[in-house]
């Protein structure tokens, strides 16, 4: 034990300096250390990031200034078509290539991402259904089987997963809401996604009954 | 058979006082807090990781990880191995989902030292110096000592109780209490300099048991007051509080144990705010010590406290936020944290009393140190327990600013004439 002069307490053998006073103590090498010598990460540079979030909001607000000062000349909603995928871009690096959420989370962000893209394309050009007929549907239909290819394979993964897949397979039947709406045209395609969400549930409850109905009252317990 | 989920996995619901802490949790403010003991050899991590999976089979309801319910958060098992790890972090650092395993509990050994960081909605003090006991005990006999089981630890193998697990709000909840509809106001808060990397500065100060509380007895005092006027007037000594009329509010937790018959290992305590006004010019500190003792008489009592349990059954009850879903409870909860529950308070002073051991047991250790997480709001906290004849009073900050901890250490030298004896983790 060694003494501080400042405060007159006791410090431990192992100390150069007052744990209150930060004063140094008489003494030489530590006896025995009582916590480990932490290792402090790098100070985070100067936020790299926000340079990117001002030049995103430059370009978009760049745009869409344009795009008002010329819409006279050229009725179309121009902006739109470079904010949709300069949104997505985002979208898909933050919340899907570096994000360190669970693949299912990963895969149903992509999914409404991509989504609106595409939705904002067809409408800005006129809404020719293209979106809605076909790559909405085909894109949610991938989305599902592969997270249900991945639940199949292990027990943890059919835990982990199951909310997002849960929520996915209610989306399904998105498109042939959208059809029964007059929005989308083209049956096959929204038949085949609601098909796929429909034949996921009875898997589901007939394939893993004990499993699934477990998960699924307290994943609704209130 | 660890690695692999099964399909018999145990699930547990939250408890009340659990429900807060996913919701707040944060770098800056973990929920996370450490029991730790002192032996008297170095410790041997081989006999630890044995002891560790040892322990965790008596309790099981620790061995799990969180999922997130449409309205609720709840705990399923874990069948993954707990891999017991040397110290590198500060004490009481950020639990996530994605690190240890899925565990939301820490085995750690640095040097001599065993320590046990839970996060809180897993159990409260009482349940992690069980926890630690058997741990403990568990290690013991696992570096080859021959303990007696005399009963006062619980042990692998043991029967596990169902009280054990029981929500002990819902059990002990009066309906005919009016609830408690005090509305706490804004408290004097403690500021400071953030550390340049950001953690939590500890500073221990150990004491003999025995003397301190025949010290603080002569004083007519408990020693959770004790600790209590003795931070209180350090806080009201700081350059800071001076011209400051906001009363100083140390939230002290209480283990409902001690009032209501229960033997749940999960949270069972609820939080008492001992106010001591701002007004009324400089109290010198036996002022300061009859305030605390004041309040601590009107507020640490069964009728109150079953009113404070009312009144925290009844905002989760609100069929508004019982039907809410969990992300909205959560947003909610964070708000209203961060505007008023964290205003409310300058400092937490939890006592965890004193850690009994069996006699054989306690030998091999030296004393035992607890250690609770720091807030924005409340960057100042104090933690004590005292464990083989030694008291261990321990800070924890994430401020630089060390001025009211040296207040606090010189007042009790000052009031009592006994001197701490120092160590810290040297954040700064």
């Keep these: 034990m060694k003494t501080c002069k400042s405060c007159g307490m006791q410090v431990y053998g192992g100390y150069t300096a007052c744990p209150l006073c930060d004063l140094p103590l008489p003494g030489g090498a530590p006896e025995r250390k009582l916590y480990p010598a932490y290792e402090h990460p790098p100070l985070p540079k100067k936020d790299r990031q926000s340079g990117f979030v001002a030049l995103t909001i430059f370009v978009l607000a760049l745009c869409i200034s344009l795009n008002i000062a010329t819409y006279w000349a050229a009725p179309v909603v121009w902006s739109l078509i470079v904010a949709a995928p300069l949104l997505y871009a985002w979208l898909l690096i933050r919340n899907t290539i570096l994000s360190k959420q669970s693949g299912g989370a990963r895969a149903l962000l992509h999914l409404i991402g991509m989504t609106a893209m595409f939705l904002v394309f067809d409408i800005t050009s006129g809404f020719l259904g293209w979106s809605v007929n076909f790559l909405i549907p085909f894109i949610m239909l991938v989305t599902t089987i592969v997270l249900t290819v991945a639940m199949s394979r292990s027990d943890l993964k059919w835990e982990k997963h199951f909310g997002y897949t849960i929520t996915l397979i209610c989306m399904g039947f998105i498109p042939i809401l959208l059809f029964a709406f007059g929005i989308a045209t083209v049956l096959w395609t929204s038949l085949m996604c609601a098909s796929y969400s429909l034949l996921t549930i009875l898997w589901l409850y007939f394939g893993k009954t004990t499993l699934f109905r477990a998960e699924l009252a307290w994943r609704f317990y209130v | ?428």
């Design chain 2, 1 to 428: 058979m660890y690695g692999k989920d099964t399909a018999v996995q145990q699930v547990y619901t939250l408890d009340n006082a659990a429900k807060l802490f996913p919701a707040v949790a944060s770098r800056s403010n973990t929920s996370v807090f450490r029991i730790a003991a002192i032996m008297k050899e170095w410790v041997d991590a081989s006999a630890l990781q044995k002891a560790t999976d040892n322990a965790l089979k008596r309790y099981p309801f620790f061995a799990v990880g969180f999922r997130q319910g449409l309205f609720w958060n709840y705990m399923k098992s874990n069948s993954r191995r707990l891999l017991v790890q040397q110290e590198s972090q500060y004490p009481c650092a950020s639990m996530h989902h994605d690190d240890n395993e899925g565990f939301f509990l820490r085995v750690l050994y640095f040097g001599n030292r065993i320590a046990v960081e839970f996060f809180h909605s897993l159990t409260d003090g009482f349940g992690g110096i069980e926890f630690l006991k058997t741990l403990l005990f568990e290690y013991l006999r696992e570096c080859g000592e021959a303990l007696p089981d005399d009963g006062t630890v619980r042990l692998p193998g043991q029967k596990i109780p169902a009280c054990e697990t029981e929500d002990s709000f819902a059990k002990h909840l009066n309906p005919l209490v009016e609830p408690n509809k005090t509305k706490p106001g804004n408290a004097y808060r403690v500021r400071g300099t953030p550390y340049e990397h950001f953690g939590h500065g500890i500073i221990h100060g150990v004491y003999d048991a025995a003397q301190l509380a025949r010290l603080a007895k002569q004083r007519q005092m408990t020693l959770t007051q004790l600790f209590c006027a003795s931070l209180a007037y350090a806080v009201a000594q700081s350059p800071n509080k001076e011209d400051c009329p906001e009363p100083v509010v140390l939230s002290v937790p209480v283990n409902l144990r001690s009032f209501f018959p229960s033997g749940s290992l999960r949270n069972f305590f609820c939080i008492t705010n001992i106010n001591i006004p701002g007004e009324g010019g400089e109290r010198s500190f036996d002022e300061t010590a009859a305030e605390i003792r004041k309040e601590f008489d009107e507020k640490v009592k069964k009728d109150y406290l079953e009113s404070v349990i009312k009144e925290n059954h009844n905002v989760l009850a609100h069929p508004l936020v019982r039907f809410a879903p969990l992300f909205l409870k959560h947003a909610g909860t964070k708000f209203v944290f961060a505007k008023w529950a964290e205003k409310n308070k300058t400092a937490t002073v939890s006592n965890l009393g004193v850690i009994t051991m069996p006699e054989a047991m306690e030998k091999y250790v030296e004393r035992m140190e607890t250690v609770i997480y720091p807030t924005p709001g409340s960057p100042l906290n104090c933690c004590i327990c005292s464990a083989a004849g030694k008291l261990t009073v321990s800070f924890s900050s994430s401020i630089r600013e060390k001025d009211i901890i040296r207040c606090f250490f010189m007042t009790i030298a000052k009031e009592l004439g006994l001197c701490a004896e120092l160590y810290s983790n040297e954040w700064s």
